[in-house]
């Protein structure tokens, strides 16, 4: 299983296409499948009144609304098709995530492979709509949501022809507290719907992605930026380009180390089996004719003859030959 890593550079690019792309290009150099960004029209998101939330407050030290801040985080579609552009060139896929419904639009007129659905647009009809009418993949997050929220959602999607969905769990605090993760209930939501499940990772470093990963995620979205301590209401809660390198690293290697789920011997080990397994071998010298029974045979390393699993069938038989102590034990039709 490859785990499919969403680099999220959301708003950390603070409204500069220049600072976008170089965000693409640390995501292509960590190692990312992907880079994410977030695709709105302020006027359209909010309303002008819109208080922040407090980890915004409490990250940009500044309490004015949510419009104010957002609109020094948009980016025009002109600059959207620059960085698409520049994704394709270098070659890692762009994401973008809608935040209204002429935002889905251009992004499906882009060329978005898939439908990124952010937790906050769970319970937006209209914008489920539109999502589900792309035709595309749809990554759902859901932070902040029951599985009433969920389940409305899903039921939107699916009845307008949405079919492929990956189904993330969150938690929608930034940076979310060790307590709140409750990775556990990524395996409730995959048994409860049925679709693959991955993570929305908040928490501040990488250890979290990483259990995901171990839990069976399979797709895991973080936040990254260029320099944790640039103004703007994310950047606190993201990893730099060195840490979003290292968690893909260790993604790829705990995918090597999970394996492919069957039990079975490793190449590795078949040298070793003949060494740590024993064999029946002679406890005492045995002449010819002899009746094997627990008081001449006994079982030793090295696993080079009959396997101690054929004791039953070895016990009452007679010795085909003469046996020294501590040799292995041969059978008619089988050569010493």
Request: charged share 30%; net charge negative; hydrophobic share 40%.
């Amino acid at each position: 299983m490859r785990v499919y890593v969403i680099a999220e550079a959301g708003v950390n690019h603070n409204g500069s296409v220049e600072l976008a792309l170089q965000l693409v290009d640390k995501a292509k150099e960590a190692g990312a499948d992907c880079v994410k960004f977030q695709t709105f029209k302020t006027e359209k998101l909010v309303s002008k009144d819109a208080r922040k939330a407090a980890y915004q407050i409490r990250n940009t030290n500044d309490e004015a609304g949510q419009y104010a801040m957002l609109k020094k985080l948009e980016l025009t579609e002109d600059d959207f098709i620059a960085i698409k552009k520049h994704c394709d060139a270098i070659g890692i896929e762009f994401l973008s995530t809608a935040f209204d419904s002429d935002s889905v639009d251009f992004l499906r007129e882009l060329g978005c492979k898939r439908c990124k659905i952010p937790s906050g647009e769970v319970t937006d009809y209209p914008y489920l709509v539109a999502c589900a009418r792309m035709q595309l993949p749809i990554i759902l997050s859901t932070g902040m949501c029951t599985y009433e929220d969920i389940d409305a959602c899903l039921d939107v999607l699916k009845a307008n022809g949405a079919s492929d969905i990956t189904i993330l769990h969150c938690t929608t605090e930034y940076p979310a507290p060790l307590a709140s993760v409750n990775l556990n209930a990524m395996t409730e939501i995959k048994e409860r719907y049925g679709y693959p499940v991955g993570y929305s990772d908040h928490t501040q470093g990488i250890e979290v992605s990483l259990y995901a990963v171990a839990m069976g995620a399979t797709v895991i979205e973080k936040h990254f930026t260029l320099d944790k301590n640039m103004e703007g209401p994310d950047h606190k809660a993201s990893l730099d380009p060195v840490e979003l390198k290292t968690m893909i690293r260790k993604i790829r290697e705990i995918e090597v180390l999970l394996g492919n789920g069957k039990k079975e011997r490793q190449d590795v080990e078949c040298g070793n089996a003949a060494v740590a397994r024993k064999s029946i071998v002679a406890k005492r010298k045995i002449r010819k004719g002899e009746i094997f029974s627990e008081d001449n045979i006994t079982t030793k390393r090295p696993g080079t003859g009959i396997s101690p699993m054929l004791w039953n069938a070895v016990l009452g038989t007679s010795a085909i030959r003469d046996f020294e102590a501590d040799e292995p034990i041969t059978m008619q039709g089988e050569s010493r």
